[in-house]
């Protein structure tokens, strides 16, 4: 533990010691990753609570480490001594459960935000024997059964079973699946994207039966965006004519899939329909079968996301009973999904019924066992429920302290205690499987992640990663000071914020300011941690600050950490609140003897970007310049899911939807570079070209630069570069 002191107050003193001689950060450094932190990543903790496995850092071995010690144990896989198959290396990998089976991950390719298709390999551990789980082509989502003997997967939008104690053989569950008609088993566009998952069935108890989701996107409407050549890569297929991709997308106020449960009885092999009652439009964003094979756990939400219910299904009868109805204000969060854990006759599950994300324990009539924390705590991540001890364990933050986040743990009794110190900054932590210890990433905005072991009791076993040669190299750059303030808007809200000034400040003169934010539902950027920032560490923001700028960011109405009624403030008026905060910001910064009021920027990517162009068109000209990066910019145009989470649909709430960008393009103030990716899925390209063309009737001068073939997150090649060297460059000619 006092290792651990002094490597965190070394690693503060170097990375703040201000060195006015020292080396200059550079934008191809930033996006290249030369000061990326090391971060530990893949752990699986494994059966036996002692152990985890690992891929190496080349991505050639699978390899067992201690827990207690973090020593290697034993190499599980390496692809050098695989027989049959010859491997470059590992995509990922799933054990399954008895541990005596491995699928190995290959020629992964990437479909959306968390599908994709893949190769897999089944590694048979005991006798080093390496087959192909299939050879008709690529897989999606494979899950072993939970006695390991079964692996299921999809392709082609249909489910498959494949049986390991009969030489592998494959059969087809489903036939009716079709590419943007009927999908079975995973999620469609709109349910991975926003309720974060790409996989929709699952395994009973005994083994007997699977069950899953099926998605009829049959009457949702088509979008379709264009493909060019292109490179990095270079689509080959279209260096003559260009093609376009077409996919379901269902806009807000539009139709959804309909959505059904299904089970197969694998001896019978008879296919049976759940009696579930949903509402029309409503939601199914999570399946779990039970520890009782003949209960299956079904989640639902209505189209308003107000009302959650919990069914449980009868895979056989197809009988559902409600045993669970939790009604929130305004609108459930989609994190509750999250941390949903299974025990035996026990779940646990989020609510904030009581007006902060906290976790309850439930047996399978839906009746309360506990409720595991109280006050005014906001759980963020549920780890694990020790059902020999009765411990509960997870992260949190006080509203007070939004920015802190802990490691706690509560006990039986209903007794929590704090497990990560109590020094400034945020831990988040992998569990043993047992509960017996558990991995410590630490950070703080000063500090890059310090991961260390420990035991269920909070004490250090030993630091694995202290990203020392990270810390070297930060010692000899020219970095500004990082800070923490808050300040009272004029509505008398207070808001938290930090700030990153210039190496070489000077209180006497006045410095241009870069404000960042992104302000969407639920969100934060204001924390005290080393993610903090466009590129860890507050980087990029050095990057500006050694350009002569100071950075700032603030969390306000509508952000997470603080609360429900915090959080939901901005319902049914996305974009009003927030952009009022960003302009008090402003104001509020303008008043310092150390800033020019008159060059002041806002900038954001996504939410971040819509919130920029509705602050800089919010009424009060306080800025100078903006960029908005993949902003939408009339919610018209996004998803059912998300837009109707905050804002209800266009008909019921069209006053809501009539207040965005577009409708206050004459309103805009300052100079503004739009720039968006061509065949952004997510925040279409249709938002950028559309405000422009309310800009252009506005008669309002802006700069666009479209990346070609770039989604959402807009890399490739040298892209990220050329992205980040514009912004600043926009920033330097009209804040300079």
């Not at 999606?140 to 939970?146: D, G």
């Not at 920015?403 to 043993?432: N, P, W």
């Not at 804002?647 to 720039?675: F, Q």
Request: contains cysteine; charged residues 20%.
């Amino acid at each position: 533990m006092r290792k651990t002191s002094i490597i965190l107050l070394l690693c503060a003193f170097f990375i703040s010691l201000q060195n006015s001689y020292g080396k200059e950060l550079t934008i191809a450094d930033l996006c290249k990753g030369t000061y990326s932190a090391k971060r530990i990543s893949g752990v699986n903790p494994l059966n036996d609570g002692e152990t985890y496995s690992q891929l190496s850092a080349d991505r050639k071995q699978i390899v067992k480490y201690s827990f207690k010690n973090g020593k290697q144990l034993e190499v599980i896989f390496d692809v050098a001594t695989a027989r049959n198959v010859s491997l470059k290396g590992i995509d990922g990998y799933i054990m399954s459960p008895d541990e005596k089976n491995i699928l190995i991950q290959t020629e992964t390719k990437a479909i959306y935000r968390r599908s994709f298709t893949a190769v897999y390999y089944l590694y048979n551990i005991a006798n080093r024997t390496l087959v192909p789980l299939s050879t008709n082509g690529a897989q999606q989502c494979p899950k072993f059964s939970p006695d390991g003997h079964l692996v299921a997967f999809v392709r082609d939008n249909n489910l498959f079973l494949v049986k390991l104690l009969f030489n592998n053989s494959e059969s087809q569950i489903t036939t009716d699946g079709k590419f943007n008609e009927v999908i079975n088993g995973i999620p469609d566009w709109v349910n991975e994207e926003e309720f974060s998952t790409n996989c929709s069935f699952d395994f009973n108890a005994d083994n007997t039966m699977i069950a899953w989701i099926r998605y009829d996107e049959s009457q949702v409407s088509t979008f379709s965006f264009p493909w060019y050549k292109g490179s990095h890569p270079a689509k080959n297929q279209y260096a003559e004519y260009p093609g376009r991709y077409e996919y379901k997308y269902p806009m807000a106020g539009t139709t959804n899939s309909t959505v059904s449960v299904h089970t197969f009885d694998i001896k019978a092999r008879v296919t049976r329909t759940m009696k579930l009652p949903l509402e029309e439009d409503g939601y199914i964003p999570r399946i779990h079968f039970t520890s009782d094979p003949q209960k299956l756990a079904v989640f639902t939400l209505n189209k308003h996301q107000d009302c959650l219910e919990v069914y449980m299904a009868n895979p056989r009868s197809t009988e559902c009973k409600k045993i669970l109805r939790d009604n929130v204000d305004k609108y459930i969060n989609e994190n509750v999904f999250h941390s949903l854990a299974f025990y035996p006759n026990r779940f646990v599950l989020m609510s904030e019924r009581n007006g902060y994300n906290q976790l309850y324990l439930y047996d399978f009539n839906g009746s309360v066992v506990k409720k595991v924390n109280s006050g005014t705590t906001v759980v963020k991540t549920f780890y694990g429920y020790d059902t020999n001890s009765g411990n509960f364990y997870y992260s949190a933050c006080e509203t007070d302290t939004p920015m802190q986040t802990h490691i706690y743990c509560t006990d039986s009794k209903g007794k929590t205690s704090v497990l990560s110190s109590r020094q400034e900054g945020s831990h988040s932590a992998i569990f043993s499987k047992n509960m017996k210890y558990y991995m410590d990433v630490y950070s703080n905005i000063n500090t890059p992640y310090i991961t260390s072991l420990c035991d269920h009791n909070g004490k250090t076993l030993k630091v694995m990663e202290d990203n020392g040669e990270l810390c070297d190299k930060l010692k000899g750059l020219k970095l500004g000071q990082r800070e923490f303030f808050t300040f009272m808007t004029g509505e008398g809200i207070v808001l938290n914020g930090y700030m990153v000034k210039p190496a070489d400040f000077d209180a006497t003169k006045k410095y241009p300011v870069i404000i960042f934010q992104y302000s969407g539902p639920g969100s934060q950027q204001v924390i005290d941690s080393w993610g903090a920032g466009n590129m860890g560490g507050t980087l990029y923001e050095q990057y500006l600050a050694q350009e002569g700028f100071i950075s700032v960011c603030i969390d306000g109405r509508g952000t997470g950490g603080r609360g429900a009624e915090f959080e939901k403030c901005t319902y049914l008026r996305l974009g009003l609140l927030e952009a009022k905060d960003q302009v008090e910001l402003a104001l509020y910064l303008g008043k310092q003897s150390y800033v020019d009021a008159g060059r002041i920027g806002i900038w954001g990517w996504s939410y971040g970007g819509f919130c920029t162009l509705m602050s800089m068109s919010e009424g009060r000209p306080v800025f100078a310049a903006g960029v908005a990066v993949a902003a939408p910019t009339n919610y018209r145009f996004y998803d059912t899911v998300y837009t109707e989470r905050f804002m209800r649909t266009p008909k019921e709430n069209e006053d809501g939807y009539n207040d965005n960008p577009m409708t206050r393009a004459d309103k805009l103030h300052g100079k503004l570079l739009i720039c968006h990716g061509t065949a952004d899925d997510n925040v279409h390209f249709r938002n950028a070209m559309e405000y422009a063309e309310s800009l252009v009737q506005a008669n309002k001068p802006f700069m666009m630069l479209p990346y070609n073939n770039r989604n959402h997150n807009i890399f490739g090649g040298n892209t990220r570069i050329h992205l980040f060297t514009s912004i600043t460059n926009f920033f330097k000619e009209s804040l300079k």
